[in-house]
Structures are given as C-alpha cells and as structure tokens.
Nanobody, 123 residues
Framework: QVQLVESGGGLVQPGGSLRLSCAAS????????MGWYRQAPGKQRELVAA???????NYTDSVKGRFTISRDNAKNTVYLQMNSLKPEDTAVYYC?????????????????WGQGTQVTVSS
C-alpha cells in the first residue's frame, strides 16, 4: 500500500521552530513534486510550500523567509523547517506528493495525501 506518513507537529510558542517530515512508502517508482498544505479551522486548505524532484521550490507569501522545504529523494521524504512561528501558522499540515506507483506490474500516476499533523502556535 502506497502512503505518506507525517511527523513532527506539536505545540510551540510564538517565535519558536518545528520541523515536519513526510515519508512516502510502498511500490513507488518515482516522485515528482512534493508539497505541504495547511488548513486552519474555518478556512480552505492552502499550499504552503512545494518542491520539484530537481529541487525547485515555491512558497506562499506569508511564510517566505521563515519556512524552508527540502527533500531527500533517496528516502522519498520531504521536510518543512518552520522558524519564527506565528499564531496564524496554527493549522493541520498535510503532505502531498505526485508519484508514479507500480501496481500489478503497471505504472500509474497518483496524487497522495498524508493524514495531517497538527501545528499549534500559542503562548
């Protein structure tokens, strides 16, 4: 079974840091883009940061200069380093990946989501 498993969320004070990790497992042949989304209560899910297999990145304006996305292609893992956290960063963070998976010997393009990890920024 192909899946994304996230870790690293929690409670942190304003100005603090957290590092999220997301590992893909299963019959994965390759992963193209990977990204982090977040959804705060009463709001739509939004893209926070994304990274291609070649390492090109993009960020939503509100996190530029504070968050850094990176990936380890050998481990099929993506990270989100979050610094200078603010209360408005509080949300459930979801990992996302565009992958080519192998099923019964055939390749299929799939879009995968993790289960989500809670990040709470509060004093």
């Amino acid at each position: 079974q192909v899946q994304l498993v996230e870790s690293g969320g929690g409670l942190v004070q304003p100005g603090g840091s957290l590092r999220l990790s997301c590992a893909a497992s299963g019959s994965i042949f390759s992963i193209n883009a990977m990204g982090w989304y977040r959804q705060a209560p009463g709001k739509q899910r939004e893209l926070v940061a994304a990274i291609t297999s070649g390492g090109s990145t993009n960020y939503t304006d509100s996190v530029k200069g504070r968050f850094t996305i990176s990936r380890d292609n050998a481990k099929n893992t993506v990270y989100l380093q979050m610094n200078s956290l603010k209360p408005e960063d509080t949300a459930v963070y979801y990992c996302n990946a565009d992958a080519l998976v192998i099923t019964a010997g055939l390749g299929h393009d799939v879009n995968l989501w993790g289960q989500g990890t809670q990040v709470t920024v509060s004093s």
